[in-house]
């Protein structure tokens, strides 16, 4: 038994062999009964194909491989008034089939292509032109000699339009307006006998060309086996072919019905082109949204919220996590799904981002968290974080900011460490982008200078009003820093301003001013530094003067180191004369002249060694208030009633570091420089006050220590002087005197006497009026009183005695006449020019009592020659003598070994007492 369907080509079927054709397939059968196949037995089949060839309404054709025709059946004389016999040999596509679906049905059979059957609907010409439309279906013969082609042709357009009943409207009209197209058609996959509005659109032809047509052609790859799915209720999927040869992806569902006696099918066939075509786009999105969110930088997951039994929320698993969140989060590659928020955190961070992701979920509204410190097992990390609700669950995109908050967090300490250098920074600092250029940036030390805040200050009109040359002539406002630099735009720098704000001193700057370029060489931005010089230009001015006062001092020292040891002979030859005259005798006069002549030799040699600093006294802790009152009483006496001597001290001045006698002077110099710049009425004030400086105190002097200073000043009401003349006020012998009305040294020693006792000179003076300021070091130990001795006058004479004395000196004259005078009083003398031969003298015999020893000498000095004598116990008793000891005061003599100092020119006397207290207070021991 073989089974057979109504279709072309899909039975395996063999139909009777005919002389001419080795089998066919037959196109039609009786209708099956109760909707079963109609099965025929083996003798049926001869009998069946006969009827077929010969009887039925269907025209078959046998081709060659070639498309030549090999048989043609009676049919096609009925039809198309062809006798057959004279069909064989033509080609059956040039002489009778036209049309495109004929060309293609062509182009398929000679092309030998394995994809037969084939349906067309052909147009077939009759003798006289005439075209008649068929129905075509092609297959190969299983039987036949190489590769024949059976193609069987049934006329079209035969079928009634009126299969339904037209008096049943309603279901006329539900079948027309149904949602789906619906097919009428034979069992199986049978002909076409009706299809409403939506099956005519979806299989793109009209009524009259689809009736008649097989469902099989329609349906090419669904098989009538398969109805037996669609019929009972389920949908198959297949592709329906249009007849313009496209295909449409459709679901088929059949039911059978009963139709005048004969059961017939409809097949509701819904398109799915829309949904295939969405549900493509749709997979083809979620790739593209995938493949791009594997691609992030930033991570993005999904989580879903796993509940326990009460339906509370318990922890949360991961649905999705891209490459990124994977890395971040530490999951391995492939154990996404297997991942969850506790196990992928700390129990702490888990049980806070539960909370976080339940509140959202509740609330719906997204959650941001710019930074926040996740902790997971193996590390603590910081994320910026942004959850939202998504379904059931929620979905998060998370971005690592350990390293960055890192950088951020170094960056901001940077930024602390630069702002704070900034803000303490002794320097003015004014930062202007020109891009931002109503946001200046000052340092505190720029405000300060400047007077005012970034909020008040333009940078094009900076400095003006207050930046002026060294003459006080304000810049004009294209020579002010900013605007000079944007003229001409490369880095300068001006040392040679001040700063004159009303109400403060004027202060010396230093500017510098810099272009900033971006990276296409344009200015972008502007710096400006502003360093206030005022003190360094003070300290430089010191230095200079102190380096000025060092050379003349040298020079004068030398200077009166001759003087001395000239006055030293001078004034002892001539006390020598006068003791050996009497008062009445013609040259004791002149001898009392010389003598004064002498004095001022001396008294001026004094003074220069004062300013050299070369004179020996050693500074003690005093109260400055009985001198300066002292000194007071004696101007008053002596200059000018008509000028008023003013003192004030304070209460609590502290005791100071300083040498009596040379304060005095120091005092006595100044009011007697004020009194000759006073004319006619006049003030001279003296005032002692304490003051303390810091290091950055403009008025402390450069070789000074900062602390606290007793400040006595001297100030007039007289003349002041010009800068010019401030300048050079302390040189030696610089006077703005007439000839002969001062020796230019007054303010000389006192400069030598406030560096001498480790002070300094301040000196302020304008149009009108100037002011002196002595600063001496604030005491520390206790107030030695100046005690005035009072009483007789030296005597003429001192006891004398018969000790051993050597005098070492390199002057002739001054051995000559200290031996004679020694010598005359008692004394064993002895003589040595140097330090050398005194130290021969000593160690041949050291039986000298005392040595009078020169400082400055050839050879070997007075003081390596005091260090020798004491390492080698050569003398009990030293007393230096000089007029000049450069770099040593009375505490180094001491120091090295001196018992006493006498400095030169002394007198007889002086000596003689000198040589007695020493001798009396270091006596020999005797043996």
């Known amino acids: 038994m073989v089974a057979y369907g109504p279709v072309f080509g899909e039975t395996s079927h063999r139909c009777p062999s005919s002389p001419h054709s080795p089998g066919f397939h037959p196109m039609d059968a009786a209708s099956p009964v109760d909707g079963q196949r109609l099965v025929f037995s083996e003798f049926d089949q001869s009998q069946l194909g006969r009827y077929m060839l010969e009887q039925s309404d269907v025209l078959v054709f046998i081709l060659g491989a070639d498309g030549l025709i090999r048989y043609a059946n009676p049919v096609v004389q009925q039809r198309l008034g062809l006798e057959p016999k004279d069909l064989v040999g033509l080609d059956f596509f040039a002489a009778l089939s036209t049309g495109v679906e004929s060309a293609r049905l ?107 047509r097989d469902m099989q052609e329609l349906l090419p790859f669904l098989s009538p086996l398969s109805l037996e799915a669609a019929t009972a209720g389920q949908g198959i999927d297949t592709s329906l072919r249009a007849r313009s040869g496209r295909l449409t992806p459709v679901s088929v569902t059949t039911s059978r019905v009963e139709l005048d006696g004969r059961v017939r099918f409809l097949s509701f066939v819904r398109d799915l082109s829309v949904e295939r075509r969405a549900e493509t786009e749709r997979m083809a999105s979620e790739a593209r949204f995938k493949m791009a969110l594997d691609r992030l930088m930033d991570g993005f997951c999904l989580l879903a919220p796993r509940r326990d039994g009460a339906g509370e929320i318990e922890d949360f698993r991961f649905s999705y996590a891209n490459p990124a969140a994977r890395e971040a989060l530490l999951i391995p590659a492939g154990e996404t799904d297997r991942a969850t928020l506790s196990g992928v955190f700390a129990a702490s961070t888990a049980q806070s981002l539960r909370d976080v992701f339940a509140t959202v979920m509740r609330s719906g509204r997204d959650v941001n968290f710019d930074r926040i410190r996740l902790e997971q097992p193996a590390r603590a990390a910081v994320f910026a974080l942004h959850v939202c609700k998504h379904g059931e669950g929620v979905a998060i995109s998370l971005r690592d900011e350990t390293e960055r908050a890192g950088y951020e967090q170094a960056l901001a300490g940077k930024e602390r460490s630069l702002s704070a250098l900034l803000a303490h920074l002794p320097v003015g600092v004014f930062y202007v982008d020109l891009g931002a250029p109503q946001s200046p940036i000052l340092n505190q030390s ?379 009083t008692g004394y064993r003398v002895e003589t040595a020019q140097d330090g050398v031969g005194a130290l021969e003298r000593l160690r041949r015999q050291p039986d000298i009592d005392l040595v009078l020893l020169d400082l400055t000498m050839p050879r070997m000095n007075g003081a390596d020659a005091i260090k020798a004598i004491r390492e080698e116990s050569l003398a009990p008793c030293v007393v230096a003598m000089s007029g000049f000891a450069s770099g040593l005061d009375t505490d180094d003599l001491i120091k090295l070994g001196a018992d006493a100092f006498l400095p030169k020119p002394y007198s007889l006397s002086q000596l003689t007492r000198v040589v007695r207290e020493q001798l009396d207070l270091h006596p020999r021991r005797k043996a």
């Open 106 to 212: 062509a182009r398929l059979v000679k092309a030998k292509t394995p994809l037969l059957p084939a349906h067309a609907r052909i147009e077939l010409r009759g003798p006289r032109g005439a075209a008649h439309s068929f129905f075509c279906t092609a297959s190969f013969s299983p039987e036949g000699q190489g590769r024949e082609i059976v193609l069987m042709a049934r006329p079209a357009g035969e079928i009634s339009s009126r299969t339904l009943l037209a008096e049943d409207s309603a279901a006329l009209a539900l079948f027309q307006n149904a949602p789906h197209a619906i097919f009428l058609h034979e069992p199986a996959l049978g002909r076409v006998l009706q299809a409403n509005t939506l099956a005519l659109n979806l299989a793109c032809c009209e009524l009259q060309d689809l009736l008649g």
């Open 446 to 824: 720029a405000m300060d200078l400047l007077g005012s805040g970034p909020e008040t200050l333009d940078y094009r009109t900076c400095g003006r009003g207050l930046l002026a040359d060294l003459a006080g002539n304000p810049l004009p406002d294209e020579q002010l820093p900013f605007n000079r630099l944007l003229r001409h735009p490369s880095a300068y720098r001006n040392d040679g301003l001040q700063l004159i704000r009303p109400g403060h001193s004027p202060v010396r700057l230093d500017i510098a001013v810099s272009p900033l370029r971006d990276e296409s060489g344009r200015l972008a931005a502007m710096v400006a530094v502003f360093n206030d010089i005022t003190r360094r230009v003070a300290l430089e001015a010191q230095l200079s003067q102190s380096q000025r006062m060092q050379a003349l001092g040298t020079l004068a020292g030398g200077i009166a180191h001759d003087f001395n040891n000239v006055a030293q002979a001078i004034s002892g030859s001539l006390e020598l004369a006068k003791r050996s005259l009497d008062s009445g005798h013609s040259a004791y006069g002149n001898i009392c002249a010389a003598q004064k002549a002498a004095s001022r030799v001396t008294s001026l040699t004094a003074q220069l060694l004062s300013a050299s600093k070369q004179r020996l006294e050693a500074a003690q802790t005093a109260d400055a208030a009985p001198l300066i009152e002292e000194t007071a009483m004696l101007l008053r006496g002596t200059i000018d009633k008509r000028i008023e001597i003013v003192v004030e001290v304070a209460k609590d001045c502290w005791p100071a570091v300083l040498e009596p006698g040379r304060l005095q002077q120091s005092l006595l110099n100044l009011a007697l420089n004020a009194r000759d710049a006073i004319e006619g009425n006049g003030v001279i004030a003296i005032k002692a006050r304490n003051v303390t400086f810091t290091r950055d105190s403009a008025e402390l002097h450069l070789e000074c220590e900062p602390g606290d200073y007793v400040a006595i000043a001297v100030s007039d009401t007289g003349v002041g002087m010009p800068p010019e003349i401030m300048a050079r006020i302390f040189e030696p012998f610089f006077s703005t005197k007439p000839v002969g009305k001062g020796s230019g040294l007054g303010l000389s020693v006192v400069y030598a006497n406030m560096r001498q006792v480790g002070g300094w000179v301040g000196v302020a003076s304008g149009r009108q009026g100037t002011t002196f300021t002595l600063y001496f070091r604030r005491g520390q130990g206790s107030v030695q009183r100046q005690e005035r001795e009072e009483g007789p006058p030296e005597p003429a004479g001192t006891r004398g005695g018969h000790e051993h004395i050597l005098i070492v000196d390199d002057e002739p004259e001054i051995l000559e006449i200290a031996g004679e005078i020694l010598t005359d």
